[in-house]
């Protein structure tokens, strides 16, 4: 039972257009909720949280919504640009019948064209 | 400050060898993580520890065994690889697990033959 979903493997977007990205959980335990980065031949890297205690969660040109009745959360990237082109992760964590650690879903390549 | 590191990069293995992956972390981490990635899958966590001398299971805990002798360092041994163990494993340190935002290292590619 996949507790963290990211139902689109791939999405493809023009540069300077505004990028979505979706994650659903099934956990109603999980309180925090985290997007990491990742290039080819490389580690993930954190890029923003939120907390459930927000809907709503701003760094820059990225931009994290949560919807908890919903049980989603969208990554949203505004102005795309090329090198925003990797694989994003969506990460749940908090249910610490668990020992509070991150689920994660299996990711969503994003392609950025020029 | 290096951050997370793994040694080595990239590994061929025959079917019933042995190896050890290194994890090293220089940010004075309490929790650390060894992960598994296979192609359009996410990361699934094999085992983890909580601190110095400790580990537990991860969802895919079979085939691997860890140590962590040392808070810097976190081992995983592969005691008869597998093919079925041919992957790309990612270690990862965390301060906690409370809001836990993971360092990850830059990976090792295992192919096992």
């Known amino acids: 039972d996949q507790q963290v979903k990211q139902n689109s493997p791939s999405l493809s977007v023009q540069e300077g257009r505004i990028s979505i990205l979706n994650c659903d959980y099934t956990?109603?335990?999980?309180?925090?909720f985290l997007w990491y980065k990742k290039y080819p031949a490389e580690g993930p890297t954190f890029l923003i949280s939120i907390s459930s205690i927000k809907d709503k969660n701003e760094d820059g040109r990225f931009t994290v919504f949560l919807n908890k009745s919903a049980k989603h959360l969208s990554l949203h990237i505004v102005p795309s640009q090329p090198g925003d082109s990797a694989v994003y992760f969506c990460?749940?964590?908090?249910?610490?019948?668990?020992?509070?650690?991150?689920?994660f879903g299996d990711g969503t390549t994003l392609t950025v064209k020029p | 400050n290096a951050g997370v590191t793994q040694t080595p990069k990239f590994r061929v293995l025959k079917t019933g060898q042995s190896m050890t992956l290194l994890c090293a972390q220089d940010m004075n981490h309490e929790y650390m993580y060894w992960y598994r990635q296979d192609p359009g899958m996410g990361l699934r966590l094999i085992h983890y520890?909580?601190?110095?001398?400790?580990?537990a299971k991860g969802e895919v805990p079979d085939g691997y065994n860890v140590s962590r002798l040392k808070k810097q360092n976190f081992l995983l041994g592969l005691e008869s690889a597998a093919p079925s163990q041919t992957s790309v494993y990612f270690c990862?340190?965390?301060?906690?697990?409370?809001?836990?935002?993971?360092?990850f290292g830059p990976g090792t590619r295992l192919l096992v033959l």
């Open positions: 990460a749940a964590s908090g249910d610490y019948t668990n020992a509070g650690k991150s689920t």
């Open positions: 990862a340190s965390s301060y906690s697990t409370a809001q836990e935002t993971q360092y």
């Open positions: 520890s909580v601190g110095e001398g400790t580990t």
């Open positions: 956990n109603s335990m999980f309180d925090y």
